[in-house]
């Protein structure tokens, strides 16, 4: 894919090598001349241009990006490139780093992210997954909060430890994508067990996580 990455701080040139690293074409978008340095990351294509203007956003042909990423450190402008990004060059993909907690509601199709990734949020959630056995936690939400990524650590006792993938009954809109057990990852298939220890990863809708829940680990 080609890739445009407003913003060449910390963040937007750490994502830039791992997508350059995965075979991408990556195009970095930086204002400021003292973080214009080509260098850092070789294979990238830079453009020294404020990517919250029109014109430069043109003359960098954004329009023939296939995502678009705004990596800033600022909310406002990483809103501004979403925006442009969606609504002027038809960009099919808008991913958008959300600094500050308080303003991720405004991060919605309406200002043209398809994804916003919230630090904070993200970090919580990490941390929630590392110390929380018995729960439902969040992990990540995709195309504006239709469905997310989630995680139950399955505790002993649990309804359907010890039983195959096909006796647990999950609601509609809910599947069961991968189990993390110990160093492994498992595509889960029919036949296979559940364990107490397991980590099992579901892509749900929000309005069907309480069902997840009950299912997984039983109504109380």
Not at 110 to 121: F, H, I, L, N, T
Request: net charge negative.
């Amino acid at each position: 894919m080609r890739i445009a990455i407003a913003g060449a701080g910390n963040v937007g040139r750490s994502i830039a090598q791992e997508l350059i690293g995965n075979g991408h074409e990556v195009m970095l978008i930086e204002r400021h001349p003292r973080q214009f340095c080509p260098e850092r990351v070789p294979d990238a294509r830079w453009v020294l241009a404020d990517a919250c203007e029109l014109s430069s956003l043109e003359e960098a042909d954004l329009a023939g990006c296939d995502v678009v990423v705004a990596a800033t450190g600022d909310d406002k402008a990483n809103l501004v490139v979403s925006l442009l990004a969606k609504t002027e060059f038809a960009v099919p993909r808008v991913v958008s780093r959300v600094n500050r907690a308080e303003n991720e509601w405004l991060f919605t199709e309406q200002w043209g992210v398809d994804v916003a990734v919230s630090k904070p949020r993200l970090m919580a959630a990490l941390v929630e997954e590392a110390v929380t056995v018995g729960d439902l936690v969040r992990l990540m939400t995709f195309r504006q909060g239709e469905a997310n990524l989630v995680e139950i650590t399955l505790p002993k006792d649990a309804p359907y430890e010890g039983q195959p993938v096909r006796a647990v009954p999950m609601p509609r809109d809910a599947a069961l994508v991968a189990i993390l057990r110990g160093k492994r990852v498992l595509a889960p298939t029919p036949d296979d067990p559940l364990e107490a220890g397991d980590e099992l990863i579901f892509v749900c809708t929000s309005e069907v996580e309480d069902q997840v829940r009950a299912v997984v680990l039983g109504s109380d």
